[in-house]
């Protein structure tokens, strides 16, 4: 529990990131919360129900696109478009995890990467001319709360942070909750959780589905973030990027997951400096960080189940 | 803040000192006048992102060597983007927050437009050779492209292809950049306006390297000319395994296939090669350009890496040409100086720039690829030969 | 007719670069169960080394084939020591760590060896000299093949039969595949198994070595990022013929050169790789383990 206070703390702490740093540095923090929500999620796929997800970029794209779509054609607000761009990530995920689950492991791993590059593809060749193709779809408008513009990018900030925070919370409670066990049951051993009435089928699905859903609210606010989407933005690289992250960071483990999304992330940021040897030197630590800490930097503690 | 009482002290000393490192200095009106390269550094375009920064870089010691601006110094501040929407984000407010008066780039279209709505607000000038007419809807007063948009070229190329060499059946090649698919787009629409026969058009996977598929395809549809609206990488290569399956077909490229690298890739294949775009510096009737490009391979041992390199060099030059002129690094009188221009001798030809910030008058031409691997002006006909 | 051919003619070259490639792919996982992310860049950086060695030998003049022969020998050796160096560095110190940690390594060796290209090489597009090889070409049937594509598509099938020979009919090779299928075991019998993986990490960069420099050669065309490209190719043709498997990556990577050809021949270009990775899923579901993968119970 103290763990959880002290995660309390730096959250609310947080909140006050847009007075202490100049607005690139908070623009830096906003997509630190955006790719923390993407990297939990894939954490769900990933580190907890233990299936090899490596085009979880699909899912954050389709949440992008929908707001974007519904945003610039149809005027619907930002955030009532969240919950569509939740569901239709999460109906996606379920769709396409359950012909996936009959895979094994890499066979697996290599479907996803499959449907990332479907997805690519598919939002460039503009499909009933909605995507807007390679150039994407631009003039995303500014979410409003309570008659309020949140247009700064501290306001925005804000929006991502609370999210984060939100998101935090559920994946808190997902450890204590039945869902949460069963996936915990499932990764050690399928076949002695199957014994235990655990229906592996359905709570990987779901685990999908949760994932992916959590996937496309990082998406909208990503949308809202650039004001523009573009098929370049979810590339199979980013899925490799999510990976990695929950692999640094440490499967299953919440302060692990946002300690490598702001290694993956917000480290390349501070060594701007190294200039075109950054990401030579970036290859280098990633090597060395696995090697002298296999788990992962912050492993998930191990609970008595 | 008093909200934020109950943090504890050691996570608001970080803060705070994160808080000052990161401070940006105090901006000073007698200091440097400082510019921003937004460009990819590394990634897939490190070689044009790179191209860009070295061609600013030079431009700003040459002027630095003259004394500079104004009695003050140049200092470009270079920011990575990868050319990825959400790096090209980070850099622009980064740029912003280093008091930068202009920024040159980003290169692809989609940093560029990630980054436009940023440096509109903070009014800073951005020049960049992204050419979707997505970077236009918005009518920012800030932005000003310095490479010649799709539309104009297109136009020149529809003509060249249906009036000028009277090509009876049209292949056309794009890959899927969000640049490729425009140009080749408006070029489809051109040939169609102009009663010109369109057979075909196809897309390749930029980078994949294996276009014999998709061409031995288009070669059973018997075209007598095929026109590729992607990069010089690829093209050289289409045309090299174009030879090779035995088609008949002339090659005309867009303007991204202007590179030495076209012609050395392409080997034997290259000559005859058509590939239309804005007059080469060595082509131009004034001098600077020809010496700009002979001073940056001095410099850095190797030509530029494309066209885009010196339209971005002319997006810097005619940023330093406004602050001297108007004698003011305030905004408002630059852009109003860039949109008032009536012509600018470019590095790639004379250009002005309209209301919303697009090149206007720009001359396309043809070049023909010679035997040597030089280019040759084609169409229009040289006047002096 | 003259189409189709020539359509299985561009098939079978891109496939048999693939297929070289995946070998390195499917013997690697093959024996310590790890998708090497790194081969890819591997086998382009081996293209570059042959470039060097071919640039530098001609010293201004014309390579003619003796310096090709170099530049394979060079290039080859260079990229075994290479990709032994990488499996002690990078992956044995995980051996036993969870599989999962040795391929974000193997990433972050994939992002170091791409930069590292660039910092050494450069950005730009890198040319091979032209006419190393007779510009001779055959015309069968309306279709076109160069001696360059006859020289990848035979040398590609001499390798692989010989690596199948190897493997099957050495003791060394016997070895290999006791490692393989269970690595324990295998040392009880007293097979040194930390040789063996070295090996498999000679072999495997060795044979893409050769498939980059074929892809120098036949494109005449380097840059630093290709390798993630081919690598994600030959990785999904292996994955394709079952992985860790030999006869099925060959299989994989002429499969996935001919799909290329023949989605983007006769069926969509604009879609050609939703194509191709559409039948690669449709695949897999109907063969879960790929077309000659073993129906076994994973090792986790």
Redesign the interface.
């Given at each position: 529990m103290r763990r959880a206070k002290l995660g309390t703390?730096?959250w609310?702490?947080g909140?006050?990131?847009p007075?202490?740093?100049?607005?690139?540095?908070?623009?830096?923090a906003a997509?630190f919360a955006i790719y923390a929500i993407t990297a939990l999620s894939e954490d769900i796929i990933l580190g907890r129900a233990g299936i090899?997800d490596m085009g979880h970029a699909v899912y954050f794209g389709i949440g992008a696109y929908v707001t974007a779509i519904l945003n610039t054609t149809l005027n619907i607000p930002i955030l009532l478009t969240i919950p569509v761009a939740m569901l239709v990530a999460a109906g996606v995920g379920a769709l396409l995890s359950a012909?996936l689950i009959?895979?094994?492991?890499?066979?697996l791993?290599?479907?996803t990467?499959?449907?990332n590059?479907?997805f690519v593809?598919?939002m460039?060749?503009n499909p009933g001319g909605i995507t807007?193709?390679?150039?994407?779809i631009?003039?995303i408008g500014v979410p409003t709360l309570f008659g309020l513009q949140l247009e700064s990018?501290s306001s925005m900030f804000w929006l991502d942070w609370v999210a984060l925070g939100a998101v935090l919370l559920l994946m808190h409670n997902l450890d204590g909750c039945e869902f949460g066990r069963a996936l915990r049951y499932l990764k050690q051993d399928e076949l002695a959780a199957s014994t235990l009435g655990v229906d592996a089928r359905k709570v990987k699905t779901l685990a999908f589905a949760l994932g992916a859903g959590l996937a496309g609210l990082a998406g909208t606010l990503?949308a809202v973030?650039?004001?523009?989407?573009?098929?370049?933005?979810f590339l199979?690289t980013e899925s490799?990027t999510l990976?990695?992250i929950v692999?640094?960071g440490g499967?299953g483990s919440i302060p692990g997951v946002l300690f490598g999304t702001a290694l993956m992330f917000v480290v390349p940021?501070i060594f701007?400096g190294l200039?075109?040897?950054?990401?030579?030197v970036?290859?280098?630590?990633?090597?060395a960080?696995?090697?002298l800490r296999?788990?992962?930097l912050l492993p998930r503690k191990r609970i008595a189940t | 803040m008093k909200k934020h009482q109950e943090c504890s002290k050691i996570v608001l000393a970080v803060c705070a000192t994160l808080g000052m490192a990161l401070a940006p200095s105090a901006y000073a009106a007698s200091g440097p006048i400082k510019i921003g390269v937004q460009a990819p550094i590394t990634g897939t375009y490190a070689d044009e992102g790179q191209g860009i920064e070295r061609a600013v870089k030079l431009l700003a010691a040459m002027q630095n060597a003259k004394g500079g601006l104004l009695g003050r110094k140049i200092e470009i501040k270079v920011c990575d983007d990868q050319g990825q929407a959400a790096q090209a984000a980070i850099c622009a407010r980064q740029l912003v927050n280093d008091h930068v008066v202009a920024v040159i780039g980003s290169y692809t279209s989609g940093a560029a437009l990630a980054a436009e709505p940023i440096y509109a607000r903070a009014n800073v000038i951005q020049t960049s050779d992204g050419t979707s007419n997505e970077l236009l809807k918005r009518g920012y007063k800030t932005w000003f492209g310095n490479a010649a948009p799709n539309s104009a070229e297109a136009k020149f190329t529809a003509h060249y292809l249906v009036d000028v060499r009277h090509f009876k059946k049209i292949a056309v090649l794009t890959d899927h950049s969000s640049f490729a698919t425009g140009l080749a787009g408006a070029v489809v629409r051109d040939i169609k306006a102009d009663h010109g026969n369109v057979v075909d058009k196809s897309f390749i996977n930029a980078g994949s390297q294996n276009f014999s598929p998709v061409l031995t395809k288009l070669k059973s549809m018997h075209p007598d000319v095929l026109y590729f609206s992607g990069y010089y990488s690829d093209g050289g290569l289409i045309r090299a395994q174009m030879v090779q399956l035995g088609m008949k077909a002339a090659f005309v490229g867009g303007d991204a296939n202007q590179n030495v690298a076209f012609a050395k890739i392409a080997g034997s294949a290259a000559a005859g090669s058509i590939i239309v775009n804005v007059p080469a510096p060595a082509d131009l009737p004034y001098p600077v350009a020809k010496q700009f490009v002979a001073t940056y391979k001095a410099k850095y041992g190797a030509l530029p890496p494309s066209v885009f390199t010196l339209t971005n060099a002319d997006g810097m030059r005619a940023v330093m040409q406004a602050i001297a002129a108007t004698k003011s690094v305030k905004p408002a009188k630059l852009e109003a100086y860039l949109h008032s221009m009536k012509s600018f001798q470019g590095l790639t030809g004379t250009f002005a720039w309209s209301a919303k910030g697009e090149r206007t008058g720009s001359p396309f031409v043809a070049f023909a690829v010679q035997k040597d691997g030089s280019y040759k002006i084609r169409y229009p006909a040289p006047k002096n030969d | 007719m003259g189409t189709f051919i020539q359509q299985l003619i561009n098939g079978l070259t891109v496939g048999g670069i693939f297929a070289l490639i995946a070998l390195g792919y499917t013997m690697v996982y093959g024996v310590m169960r790890l998708i090497n992310f790194a081969h890819g860049d591997l086998c382009i950086l081996g293209a570059f080394i042959g470039l060097t060695t071919l640039t530098s030998a001609a010293g201004g003049g014309h390579p003619g084939a003796g310096l090709l022969l170099l530049a394979f020998v060079v290039s080859v050796i260079v990229i075994a020591v290479a990709g032994v160096a990488l499996e002690r560095i990078a992956y044995r110190p995980l051996r036993k760590a969870d599989r999962l940690a040795a391929v974000v390594s193997a990433l972050g060796a994939s992002m170091m060896i791409e930069n590292g290209i660039m910092l050494v090489w450069g950005p730009q597009v890198h040319v091979f000299p032209s006419n190393l090889l007779p510009a001779t070409t055959w015309h069968l049937a309306g279709a076109t093949i160069s001696f360059v594509q006859v020289m990848i598509i035979l040398a590609s099938l001499v390798l692989m039969i010989a690596l199948y020979l190897f493997v099957n009919h050495t003791r060394f090779g016997t070895a290999i595949r006791a490692a393989a299928i269970d690595q324990d075991a295998a040392r009880l019998m007293g097979i040194n198994v930390n040789r063996v993986i070295a090996s498999v990490f000679i072999i495997g960069p060795a044979l893409g070595a050769i498939g980059g420099l074929f892809i120098g050669i036949y494109y005449r065309e380097a840059y630093f990022t290709m390798g993630w490209t081919y690598g994600l190719y030959a990785f999904i043709a292996a994955i394709l013929g079952g992985i860790g498997n030999i006869p099925g990556a060959m299989l994989g990577g002429v499969l996935l050169g001919l799909f290329n050809a023949f989605a983007a021949g006769y069926v969509s270009s604009s879609w050609q790789d939703a194509i191709t990775f559409g039948l690669l899923i449709v695949i897999l579901l109907v063969r879960p383990t790929g077309l000659l993968g073993e129906r076994v119970a994973e090792k986790v």
């Open positions: 703390l730096i609310a702490a909140l006050a990131l007075f202490a740093l100049d607005s690139s540095w908070v623009s830096v997509f090899f012909p009959r895979l094994r492991g890499d066979y791993l290599v479907a990467i499959g449907f590059a479907i593809l598919a460039q060749n807007g193709g390679s150039d994407g631009t003039g990018q990503f973030q650039l004001s523009t989407v573009s098929p370049s933005s199979f490799v990976f990695a692999i640094v499967q940021q701007r200039a075109e040897y950054r990401y030579f970036f290859g280098i630590a990633m090597i960080v696995m090697v296999p788990q992962g | - | -």
